[in-house]
């Protein structure tokens, strides 16, 4: 998940409007922000950046950074929650694990632009809708920005890949023709990253 991500982050500040912009968007992306370094390190980045017990430790560790610091915890929960829910998001979009040793499991829209367009979109804007309504705003210039970066994010995935739209799979070689053609349907389990 790419924009939604901002969307959760909105949702917080919709809900809890002491707590800075900023930090909540540091907890709704942190996973990935650990992620950077975690790549020069493994190969298993994903394991070690997004699975549930560490999501979890991150999210305790952003609840109690808040604490510490004098913040209330009906803040430093939401806190946890936003970046909690970094998990459910990427398992929508993608594939991630669960524990150590255990399964991966996602639905990995990233190969239905159409779907994940109308899901991300759809955090983005209640996100938008919410905190604007409790009194935070974020212009709406932010929001078109915000979606364009999301289609050239799933355009730069797409070029030389498949995706799906309904139940017919495409594959996009702009060296080859600016127009997706049609594909065999491939099936694309859910597996670890090697």
Partial sequence: MFVGHFGIAQLGKGVRRDL???????????????????????RQHELYTHSIPVITALSLAMAVLWLLRGGRPAA???LALVCLLHWPADVFTGCKPTTFGGPWIGFVSYRRP??????????????????TRRGFRIGKLWIVLAFAVQITFLVSMYLGSQFLI?????????????????????????????
Wanted: with cysteine; aromatic share 6%; hydrophobic share 50%.
């Fill in 20 to 42: 800075p912009f900023a930090l909540l968007l540091v907890s709704a992306y942190l996973p990935d922000i650990v992620r950077v370094p975690a790549q020069l390190l493994t």
């Fill in 166 to 194: 309904g139940d017919r799979e495409w594959m996009w070689k702009p060296q080859q023709s600016l127009i997706p053609q049609p594909h065999v349907l491939e099936d694309t389990p859910c597996r670890p990253v090697k």
């Fill in 114 to 131: 159409v779907n994940d367009i109308l899901v991300e979109g759809g955090l983005l804007i209640a996100g938008w809708l919410l905190s």
């Fill in 76 to 78: 430093a929960a939401m």
